[in-house]
């Protein structure tokens, strides 16, 4: 197991367009957790899943956004009509349950709203 | 919901000098702070963690302190050398069933002068 994976690493798409990303979680971890991460700041929460139950979705999180984990193994996570605000680095980590486990991120896809 | 705030934005330090970056908290529920190092163009990587029931951890020339009465947490690097340039990241979760999530500061750019 060679960690978290994301693909595409880089996607630049046309204003409208909607994108989907891909995240494998390391195999054991039943949690998996999607962030965006702009310029200069930290990574802000997007949502949660553990097993295939999406649990947590910050209220930041338009409708234009939706993930899905089916199977509790990959995630994919889809921006319908891409804004260019919606330009940044989203990051997929995963981590164990049940205790005090750190993430594992992976290398995030970065989005170019164009 | 929870605020982690960080501070300096930007810390300057010659090779062999300490370093110290602070955080401080809002929710007095959170008992989880892990601290992350993101080298330019990078994923997030795990440095160090601390649980709230415990005051101080070290690791080689990393320490975190935790004052859960000030609702602040440390980050100290000592002696520090060149390859310690990067972006550090604090955060902080309340570990629980509901998940692990976490919020995280704005970030601390260290650059370590040779």
């Known amino acids: 197991d060679t960690g978290v994976s994301q693909n595409p690493r880089h996607k630049i798409t046309k204003r409208g367009q909607n994108v989907t990303f891909r995240c494998d979680p390391i195999?054991?971890?039943?949690?998996l957790y999607w962030y965006r991460q702009t310029l200069g700041q930290g990574p802000e929460f997007l949502t949660y899943?553990?097993?295939?139950?999406?649990?947590?979705k910050s209220r930041l999180l338009s409708d234009r956004f939706s993930a899905e984990r089916p199977k509790g193994s990959f995630s994919t996570l889809e921006i319908q009509r891409t804004e260019q605000g919606d330009s940044a680095m989203y990051l997929c980590a995963s981590s164990l349950a049940g205790g005090y486990y750190g993430y594992t991120f992976g290398s995030g896809t970065r989005l170019t709203v164009v | 919901g929870e605020n982690v705030e960080q501070h300096p934005s930007t810390l300057s330090v010659q090779e062999g000098d300490s370093a110290v970056i602070k955080c401080t908290y809002s929710?007095?529920?959170?008992?989880?702070f892990p601290w992350y190092k993101q080298e330019l163009g990078k994923r997030p990587q795990l440095i160090i963690d601390i649980r709230s029931n415990v005051g101080e951890k070290k690791d080689q020339r990393i320490a975190v302190t935790l004052n859960k009465t000030a609702k602040h947490f440390s980050l100290h690097i000592t002696e520090t050398q060149p390859e310690d340039s990067a972006v550090y990241f604090c955060?902080?979760?309340?570990?629980?069933?509901?998940?692990?999530?976490?919020?995280f500061g704005g970030g601390t750019r260290l650059m370590v002068k040779p």
């Open positions: 955060a902080a979760s309340r570990e629980g069933n509901a998940g692990n999530m976490l919020t």
């Open positions: 929710d007095s529920a959170s008992n989880y």
């Open positions: 899943f553990q097993n295939e139950a999406q649990l947590e």
């Open positions: 195999s054991e971890h039943n949690r």
